[in-house]
């Protein structure tokens, strides 16, 4: 599977965006996936994971309630609305694809995208 992740880019703080993350090679619909990000000198760290069927999601606390993971299979893509943006996610954003869903660790992902960065500016 091969993932394309777009739509980043320099937003005001309260500001929104939408990335999104295009798969081709096999169908997306097989798989779980997650979005993670890596700030400047730190580690990646896990944002949202949505279920292949789009049934399930979950959040780490530090975006729920302002962030939306969602998927349509049809168009093989992945979206991450992020909505109420704050300095703190700026961050280089990555889309990656597992096998089975319910995992916040990246080991447990087998592909991943290029990333896309996001900005805040306070």
């Known amino acids: 599977v091969q993932l394309q992740a777009s739509g980043g880019g320099l937003v005001q703080a309260g500001g929104s965006l939408r990335l999104s993350c295009a798969a081709s090679?096999?169908?997306?619909?097989?798989?779980?996936m997650g979005w993670f990000r890596q700030a400047p000198g730190k580690e990646r760290e896990f944002v949202t994971a949505i279920s292949s069927s789009g049934g399930s999601t979950y959040y780490t606390d530090l975006v729920k309630g302002r962030f939306t993971i969602s998927r349509d299979n049809a168009k093989n893509t992945v979206y991450l609305q992020m909505n109420s943006l704050k300095p703190e996610d700026t961050a280089v954003y990555y889309c990656?694809?597992?096998?089975?869903?319910?995992?916040?660790?990246?080991?447990?992902?087998?592909?991943w995208g290029q990333g896309t960065q996001v900005t805040v500016s306070s």
């Open positions: 990656a694809a597992a096998r089975s869903y319910g995992s916040a660790l990246s080991r447990q992902y087998d592909y």
């Open positions: 090679g096999r169908t997306l619909g097989s798989y779980a």
